[in-house]
């Protein structure tokens, strides 16, 4: 099916994000390639161990970041080894784990080195999570979705049954694969629920990562099902946190210019997916988003009446998935319909495929306005008749009706002269004798000004730091003394 | 008196166009309905496919019943209640053959009322059933609201009219209903446009462009939308283009280099 692999391909493009990998393993070297990954991945729950009791999520980020190049070489054995180095044998959670390895929990794997010592207490919930994750990185890589998708209700569980913040990132990404799963078994209705209830959790948590995460995969589930209203709803009434991480912005910002372009707000629309393109991370793994990013900003770009610049489709990673585009903006930008329906022709199924197809129809009424564009741009004054005979339309009532409403959709700057039956253009203003330059300057400096204190704000001290410094520094302390000494001497008078 | 006998007294007084008592009788059965737990498909659906093929033609005899009664409101809710029915799996209960003419009834209501955004998610939906919009267009009914929407979009006013005007075309006699409504609708649309394009327009063409008869309805227009008419031509008072305000105030252009040297020093 045709619609299946381009949910595959989405998928990918939106996993691609997920991960913001930068490094694909070219060539791992494959002598111990499994023992490689074996170590890297126990070093995690050590990481994971530290975040969790300093409350800096740091650490967290950082295993997520050495995951991606690892990610391809996991093998169920390294899990189950991994899985018995951090859970004791008498964890309820150790059970189902290896169950969903397809291991046998009760036999003892036969352990070869020795310093692999059992251990005697429960891993902290972070690590608990975070082992739930790998087995479903696993699972979906292998594409077991069936699997994981029965996996994916013990997930549930176990997150339920943890109130901790530090688990806020790992959560964000167990919810990722479980709605993932879902999505590939076609079970998008049931999970509704439980995103509804996660994102209600977070909500109240304050749990940023997962609330975006969480509104993102809503999003998108609704307009799978192409539930437009409900996802307009769910953007209505709930407040996407600002500081989620980067990947999930862009996904957010996507579905947002997705359900503003459906309701012909393509002003909104085209500003979300100028901001879903440009927060998505610009390296060849999030090539499929950023493909799909750039079809929907061409249609509308075309939908409002502009032609994309040519360099767009020249984009050497992008240049073959946009051909049916560059057509589809070929025949907009000659305003010739009979062009326009070949193409339809010939690249309908693609479009469809992309969930464009609908969006693509609504051009055939821009060739119009484009031709009125144009017009206005070469002639100062022009009768409606020729209009009418240039555009092919019916009669010259037509004619002036259309005019009139380009000239009120802001497409032209015109005006009618009913009685010579003309359409004359309006002059070209002089923008620089206004003030909108000026305002558009301060606005802009006004944008840097705060961006560089947005950095200053952001920028990380080591925690305790200055505390420990303060002790360090009797004189300090001493001057400090004096001050409050001499505050509270004023006071008396 | 049961549902059985009302059903049936329902269907014999729908037939002989007898909207007034429908509607006496849809209260009644619709509280019958919901004791029964029938009003809304129950999630095993495969247990009771008779009865819901029956609910759900009550429900579209309703629907009928409130347009026809010009009740819109009611006619959006029978809607909204028919929803569930028509998106059952496939193969559950046979598919309505009146889904696609009240759909495109709701749609006209959606061009009406000039809500285009829920008429785009409207028409996005049916890609659940795996139509898309050029698809729809070979359909019968739904052709209706999908051209007039094209005419709308494009400002094609005239062919609005042309298709409203000449009422023997549509497939069903409930499109009918809608002419005045929509008409209207668009006049004002037109009066906008107008607003905008012209400076000034000689009544006997404003008239004709308007799509209005007398006079009267002309001045009527020309009152609600605060034009002038003087001896027979309508002047459209537009407001003046803004952009057009030269640089006089100087003051702000020193008072934001200053903020923009605080910054600086600070930053500094």
Redesign the interface.
């Known amino acids: 099916m045709t619609t299946e692999d381009n949910k595959v391909k989405d998928a990918k493009a939106a996993e691609a994000v997920v991960d913001g990998a930068t490094a694909k393993a070219d060539k791992p070297e494959l002598e111990n390639e499994t023992v490689d990954a074996l170590e890297t991945l126990k070093e995690f729950p050590a990481l994971i161990e530290r975040s969790a009791q300093n409350f800096d999520p740091r650490y967290i980020l950082k295993v997520f970041r050495e995951l991606t190049p690892v990610r391809k070489e996991i093998t169920s054995d390294t899990l189950v080894s991994l899985i018995e180095s951090v859970y004791p044998p008498t964890n309820s959670h150790r059970a189902y784990l290896l169950e969903a390895l397809s291991a046998d929990p009760s036999a003892e794997m036969d352990t070869e080195d020795d310093d692999n010592q059992v251990p005697k207490r429960n891993p902290i919930p972070e690590v608990d999570i975070f082992i739930h994750l790998l087995v479903q990185i696993y699972l979906h890589d292998k594409k077991q979705f069936k699997k994981l998708h029965s996996f994916n209700k013990l997930c549930i569980t176990a997150l339920r049954s943890y109130d901790r913040r530090t688990l806020d990132y790992i959560q964000a990404k167990v919810w990722y694969y479980i709605f993932r799963s879902s999505e590939l078994t076609h079970d998008l209705i049931t999970i509704r629920a439980d995103l509804m209830r996660a994102l209600r959790t977070a909500t109240l948590r304050h749990d940023s990562e997962t609330r975006a995460s969480t509104i993102s995969l809503l999003l998108r589930d609704y307009l799978l099902?192409?539930?437009?209203?409900q996802a307009?709803n769910l953007v209505e009434k709930t407040e996407f946190p600002e500081n989620a991480s980067n990947s999930v912005v862009a996904r957010y910002y996507y579905y947002l210019a997705r359900i503003q372009a459906?309701?012909?707000?393509y002003s909104s629309a085209s500003e979300c997916v100028i901001a879903a393109a440009r927060k998505c991370s610009q390296t060849k793994s999030a090539r499929g988003f950023l493909q799909t990013v750039t079809k929907l900003h061409i249609l509308i770009q075309l939908l409002t009446g502009e032609i994309p610049d040519l360099t767009t489709f020249r984009d050497p990673l992008l240049e073959t998935s946009l051909l049916p585009y560059l057509a589809v903006t070929r025949a907009v930008r000659l305003g010739d319909l009979k062009l326009f329906n070949e193409t339809?022709q010939k690249y309908g199924a693609h479009l469809?495929r992309d969930d464009n197809?609908?969006l693509v129809?609504r051009l055939r009424?821009n060739v119009?306005k484009t031709g009125i564009r144009i017009i206005s741009l070469s002639y100062k004054r022009i009768s409606l008749k020729d209009i009418c005979i240039k555009l092919h339309?019916?009669?010259e009532?037509?004619a002036?009706?259309?005019?009139?409403?380009?000239?009120?959709d802001g497409v032209i700057d015109?005006?009618?002269?009913?009685?010579a039956g003309y359409m004359q253009s309006r002059e070209l203003?002089d923008?620089y004798?206004?003030?909108?330059p000026?305002a558009e300057f301060?606005r802009r400096?006004k944008f840097c000004?705060s961006l560089?204190d947005d950095s200053v704000k952001a920028m990380r001290y080591p925690m305790n730091m200055n505390r420990v410094e303060d002790k360090v520094d009797p004189e300090a302390r001493e001057r400090e003394q004096e001050l409050i000494q001499y505050l509270q001497d004023a006071d008396g008078f | 008196m049961s549902l059985e006998q009302l059903t049936t007294e329902l269907t014999s007084h729908f037939n002989r166009d007898d909207y007034e008592t429908c509607a006496k009788l849809l209260t009644p059965i619709r509280i019958e309905l919901i004791k029964n737990g029938l009003l809304v498909p129950s999630p095993d659906y495969r247990l009771n496919s008779n009865d819901m093929v029956i609910t759900r033609s009550i429900l579209e005899i309703g629907a009928l019943v409130s347009i026809n009664t010009h009740n819109m409101k009611e006619f959006s809710n029978y809607i909204t209640l028919l929803r569930p029915f028509y998106i059952l799996p496939q193969g559950t209960i046979p598919e309505s053959s009146n889904r696609n003419k009240l759909l495109s009834l709701y749609l006209l209501l959606l061009l009406t009322q000039g809500d285009?955004?829920?008429f785009?998610?409207e028409?996005?939906?049916f890609?659940?059933f795996g139509k898309?919009?050029?698809e729809l267009e070979g359909d019968e009914f739904l052709s209706i609201p999908i051209k007039f929407e094209?005419w709308i979009?494009?400002?094609?006013?005239?062919?609005v009219y042309e298709a409203l005007s000449s009422k023997h075309k549509f497939p069903c006699k409930e499109f009918n209903l809608f002419e005045t409504d929509l008409l209207n609708s668009i006049r004002l649309?037109?009066a906008?446009?107008?607003?905008?394009?012209?400076?000034s327009?000689?009544l006997e063409?404003l008239k004709m462009?308007l799509f209005v008869e007398t006079s009267k309805e002309a001045t009527e227009f020309i009152d609600s939308f605060g034009w002038t008419s003087v001896n027979g031509v309508v002047y459209f008072n537009k407001k003046q283009?803004e952009?057009?305000?030269?640089?006089t105030?100087e003051k702000?252009?020193i008072k934001?280099a200053l903020v923009?040297a605080k910054?600086m020093e600070s930053?500094i």
Request: negative net charge.
């Open positions: 099902t192409n539930d437009i209203n307009y459906i309701q012909l707000d339809l469809k197809y609908n129809l009424q119009i339309l019916d009669s009532i037509s002036e009706y259309i005019v009139a409403k380009a000239i009120k015109a005006s009618i002269n009913h009685k203003l923008v004798s206004t003030r909108g000026q301060d400096i000004m560089h | 285009l955004a829920l785009h998610i028409l996005e939906k890609q659940n898309s919009v050029d094209k979009i494009d400002g094609d006013f005239n062919k649309n037109i906008e446009n107008l607003e905008s394009a012209y400076t327009l000689p063409n462009l283009n952009l057009e305000e030269e640089i105030d702000q252009i934001n923009y910054e930053i």
